[in-house]
Nanobody, 129 residues
Framework: QVQLVESGGGVVQAGGSLRLSCAAS????????MGWFRQAPGKEREYIVA????????YYADSVKGRFTISRENARVTVYLQMTSLKPEDTAVYYC??????????????????????WGQGTQVTVSS
């Protein structure tokens, strides 16, 4: 059973920064792609960033490109989301997710939105103007 636990959310002023962490347990962490999603009130869930198991590939949605950075420390079984230049529209619950399928090596593709099978409980990020 895979478990994901997010931390690091909170309230920050516009222009500020936050770092979210997601600690994983239950399987060989480095064999699985990881992603972050967010959902604001009244809006659909948005797939914002992803990283392959080896860390060689990343994905950023246009809405966060240049401001957010995803990284992972496989030795610590943790994935991070560094968020800078935060805007009020970044306010949402942020969810960490792990891919359903394993892949080993630098040639692994990033998971599509439907390929995530494990989810954290979510952490609230609120950006005040």
């Amino acid at each position: 059973q895979v478990q994901l636990v997010e931390s690091g959310g909170g309230v920050v002023q516009a222009g500020g920064s936050l770092r979210l962490s997601c600690a994983a347990s239950g399987r060989t962490f480095s064999n699985y792609g990881m992603g972050w999603f967010r959902q604001a009130p009244g809006k659909e869930r948005e797939y914002i960033v992803a990283i392959s198991g080896s860390g060689s590939r990343t994905y950023y949605a246009d809405s966060v490109k240049g401001r957010f950075t995803i990284s992972r420390e496989n030795a610590r079984v943790t994935v991070y989301l560094q968020m800078t230049s935060l805007k009020p529209e970044d306010t949402a619950v942020y969810y960490c997710a792990a891919s359903r399928d394993s892949c080993v090596g630098d040639g692994c593709l990033l998971p599509s939105t439907g390929e995530y099978a494990y989810w954290g409980q979510g952490t609230q990020v609120t950006v005040s103007s």
